[in-house]
């Protein structure tokens, strides 16, 4: 795959309490050269910096595991999509809960991952998907 400039590189933004797992999955992604990747271990935080302008988040659907006064994964959610409707977010969840993942989708997630083993390679996957439609639509205008 060839390396994108810098300013083509994809930003992405990593949001999980789980100190170990966030640890794992910005390893996993900085391993891309075409990632620009920040991490963020609560929900606040990310909220607080979307002025960098992420082309996608990943979010943790439980971010309130350490701190219970924490905003939960939907709360961030819905305060991405305040901020820019635009900004892709991809929920993740150790649960396989089809609730949750429904819950989601109402609030404007477009997946939602259940952490295990092949978690990595499927956020990856759907984060180049993007990409690519992103610049089909350019070349398209």
């Known amino acids: 795959m060839e390396n994108l400039d810098n300013h083509e590189k994809i930003k992405i933004c990593l949001v999980d309490d789980d100190a170990l797992f966030l640890t794992l999955l910005a390893i996993e992604f900085e391993q891309n050269p075409n990632f620009e990747v920040v991490t963020y271990p609560s929900g606040e935080l990310c909220v607080a910096h979307l002025s960098q302008k992420p082309d996608v988040i990943i979010l943790d659907y439980h971010l309130n595991g350490i701190d219970a006064n924490a905003m939960n994964g939907i709360e961030t959610l ?18 396989e809960k089809r609730e949750e993942a429904l819950q989601c989708m109402a609030h404007d997630a477009l997946d939602y991952v259940v952490k295990s083993d092949m978690a990595f390679l499927r956020l990856q996957n759907v984060i180049l998907t993007l990409q690519v439609v992103k610049k089909l639509k350019i070349s398209d205008n």
């Open 78 to 95: 819905d305060k991405i999509k305040a901020f820019d409707a635009n900004i892709t977010v991809l929920m993740l969840s150790s649960q």
